[in-house]
């Protein structure tokens, strides 16, 4: 929806949530730095062959030493902080790592997603991504299937899934809330099901990266 143009429809409380979570981003940035393990913040990469580009969070060095390392910060309320902590990493969250990591000239050998609760004294979450996942695979398979589809002024076939409530265009593929929350009751999971196994990925409360020097 977004190489066609399709814009995000945000409410007051999204624009909220937006400013709530933007604000925690620049703390998370200054503790890297006061720990001494930040190299850089909002790191611009490209991928010309699949016509993507992003910023990545910030770069750092695990324990002040070593390579660096990829790392994206998201933030989430206290529901969906639980329903991560149970169930994994959310799809986009680590989709975008993965192409962070699939970028060339793919220096990485791995990348980081952290996860902070958006509650006074909340919980944190962190996850380690290697390079070269089935995954990955799969999401570069993804972004190549969505040019297609745009290039021919086309939507592909919905898929219905958790992943629709919490979605800014969900207006596009349904009339009303109703048919949304209906939608994802009949098919709560990803169909067909993703190459990754959720299980596999092993939440930390803290890791050697974010411990400092």
């Not at 969070?57 to 639980?82: H, M």
């Not at 997603?113 to 390079?131: F, H, I, M, N, T």
């Amino acid at each position: 929806m977004g190489l066609m143009g399709f814009g995000r429809q945000l409410d007051e409380a999204a624009r909220a949530r937006m400013a709530e979570g933007t604000a925690m981003h620049r703390r998370f940035q200054q503790e890297l730095a006061g720990r001494g393990v930040l190299v850089r913040a909002e790191v611009t990469i490209r991928d010309p062959h699949l016509l993507m580009s992003g910023r990545i969070d910030a770069l750092v060095r695990e324990g002040g030493r070593g390579d660096a390392v990829p790392l994206e910060y998201k933030t989430a309320n206290s529901t969906r902080f639980a329903q991560l902590a149970r169930e994994g990493p959310a799809v986009s969250h680590w989709a975008q790592l993965a192409l962070y990591l699939a970028c060339p000239p793919r220096p990485f050998t791995h990348g980081v997603l952290v996860v902070d609760e958006r509650a006074e004294g909340g919980g944190r979450l962190v996850a380690q991504q290697p390079v070269g996942t089935a995954f990955a695979e799969w999401v570069v398979q993804r972004v190549q299937q969505a040019w297609a589809w745009a290039s021919e002024g086309q939507l592909p076939p919905r898929e219905p899934a958790r992943h629709c409530l919490d979605c800014d265009r969900w207006q596009r593929c349904y009339k009303t809330e109703g048919d949304r929350q209906a939608a994802v009751e009949d098919h709560p999971a990803w169909e067909p099901a993703l190459p990754m196994p959720w299980e596999a990925v092993a939440w930390e409360s803290q890791h050697e990266l974010l411990r400092g020097r």
